[in-house]
């Protein structure tokens, strides 16, 4: 598809069970991020990635959240022992360009994963 | 720290009416980005504007117009006589120009509800 595509689309899990949620960005974009949106809150940053750089994971609520990207295209976040608290819709964008004045904020958004903790 | 905030959490208008959706931003630095976002039912967050802070002549697009004030940190989005696809949750959100340009801090979101 033209957009940025991320699954599942809706999660329910146990407590205490792994999570895996995927984003497809849009082709040729080499800027990825990662934002979690809880109910009644705002957008929270979890991660970036650019290119081949370091990621900048300065966002990740604990260590229980880690994420890849593969071959600078599609991006995996996993949190492990899920918890209540981590019930949220997690939002995938990407940005043709990543930093620098000229590429800032114009970022391409999927429609989300929804994860529920029971 | 970099802190936005967007007072309304709802607001419900009849179509045609105008309504202006609030925001107040903190930064320190003196170069940032401001930004509005919407977010329809369908959840995917739709880019609408980006002013950086040199810039603030106000601008228009079609319907909508933004007030960038640096005087009282605010960033003021309008629509103009409103129609009901302009039902959605707004987004304010703020970037520095130093590190990660494009890690936005949001606001909280103002759900706008447009009714016949």
């Known amino acids: 598809g033209a957009g940025v595509s991320q699954s599942p689309s809706n999660k329910v899990t146990e407590k205490g069970k792994d999570v895996e949620l995927r984003c497809d960005p849009i082709?040729?974009?080499?800027?990825l991020y990662w934002y979690r949106q809880s109910l009644g809150q705002g957008l929270e940053f979890l991660i970036y990635f650019q290119g081949n750089s370091a990621p900048d994971k300065s966002g990740l609520p604990s260590d229980r959240f880690s994420a890849e990207r593969t071959g600078g295209s599609v991006s995996t976040l996993t949190i492990q022992r899920t918890q209540q608290e981590d019930s949220a819709v997690y939002l995938c964008?990407?940005?043709?360009?990543?930093?620098?004045?000229?590429?800032?904020?114009?970022?391409?958004f999927g429609e989300g994963s929804r994860l529920t903790v029971l | 720290a970099q802190k936005v905030t967007q007072a309304q959490t709802e607001i419900s208008v009849v179509e045609k009416e105008d309504v202006t959706l609030d925001c107040v931003y903190e930064?320190?630095?003196?170069?940032?980005?401001l930004f509005w976002y919407k977010q329809p039912p369908s959840g995917e967050l739709v880019f609408l504007i980006r002013?950086?802070?040199?810039?603030?002549q106000n601008e228009i697009s079609g319907r909508y117009s933004w007030n960038f004030q640096k005087s009282t940190s605010s960033f003021n989005f309008t629509i103009t006589a409103s129609q009901v696809v302009d039902s959605a949750v707004y987004f304010c959100a703020l970037s520095n120009r130093g590190g990660t340009a494009s890690k936005l801090t949001f606001g909280t979101g103002t759900r706008l509800q447009v009714t016949l």
């Open positions: 930064t320190r630095d003196t170069t940032y980005y």
């Open positions: 002013r950086n802070s040199f810039d603030e």
């Open positions: 082709s040729g974009h080499t800027a």
């Open positions: 964008a990407s940005s043709p360009r990543g930093g620098g004045p000229q590429a800032a904020g114009e970022l391409f």
